[in-house]
């Protein structure tokens, strides 16, 4: 893949004007349709009972989790990463400034998002889901760290990013919850999925009126963003190893990722039809749809070597049956 161009600071004012009236416009949009809910409504109170240590508590101990085993590491992954939002918050405030509509809108998004790490983590901890110590020395971990993002090209690739990050957020809780063993799990995730559904219209509707106002470079964003697409929890602690236990129990894996996160934005936004483009822009749509096309083989090689896994699996059980 080609290096992503140099952000122009200039450049980068005009767009963030341009973009100014569709972010005010949006964000009306978004306070009219978003539906207040509390976290601790979801939240299982009667199940907690005191932990060991200053409380003298019970010690937890894995058999009293209600969830199953890819439900648990795919839990902590996500709460993991919705718990890294200073850094988050930090690096779209630099971007997109304090002020105007942008202003109201990142601190509003910052807000919504601060939801989900509460309520994910209460219920962990009431429910015993997940070793509690284990929890705190990972997220401990993972926000000493903090993030950088991969898109600080220019304020379009981190609109382009963010588009499909919101929606593969939303992906990878509602398949938590479905694979959680546990409904009480899978109504939560289900409130949080529709919080980060409707973050990501308002970052698909900004795309949809970047790639208007300034095509080629918008294409250019989308191709390098889609391209080289990595979660925000990339960098957890053991984050690989705990990303192919999750594809391996179909939570969130390659063709999950290229059917139900980029397919839909793309379609939506009718990327690959775009025309009026410049040399830049066609290269970008072409890299694109070679990328797309490459993406979508390794999905099906994916698909057919886990079922083989599975497949040894199940006739290993049954022979020490």
Known sequence: MPSPRTSDSRSDIRILHALEEVVEHELDRHLRVFKE?????????????????PLK?????????PLSDVGRVSMVVNLLTEDNLPSYHHEIATLFGRDGAWGTWVHRWTAEEARHSIVMR????????????????????????????????????????VAFQELATRISHRNTGHN????VCDRLLARVAL?????????????????????????????????GFRMPGHGLPGFERAAARIA??????????????LQPVLRHLKVMDLSGLGPEGLKAQQELG??????DTQATRFEERRAALLARRDAARGCNG
Request: charged share 25%; glycine share 6%.
């Open 195 to 227: 919080d980060e559904n409707l973050h990501m219209i308002f970052y698909r509707n900004l795309l949809k009126a970047a790639l208007e106002i300034a095509p080629d470079d918008a294409m250019r964003a989308v191709a390098d963003v889609v391209s």
């Open 57 to 65: 508590g019970e010690p937890w101990a894995p058999e009293q989790s």
């Open 248 to 261: 391996l129990g179909g939570v969130y894996d390659l063709r999950i990722h290229h059917d139900d996160v």
């Open 122 to 161: 209460d219920y962990l901890l009431a429910s015993r889901a997940v070793d509690p110590a284990a929890l705190e020395r990972a997220r401990m971990t993972h926000m000493s760290t903090g993030f950088e993002s991969d898109n600080r090209h220019s304020p379009l690739h981190t609109v382009a990013y």
């Open 180 to 183: 959680s063993g546990d409904p």
């Open 37 to 53: 809910w509390m976290p601790h409504e979801y939240v299982p109170w009667s199940s907690g009972r005191d932990f060991d240590g």
């Open 290 to 295: 070679e990328f797309l096309t490459s993406l």
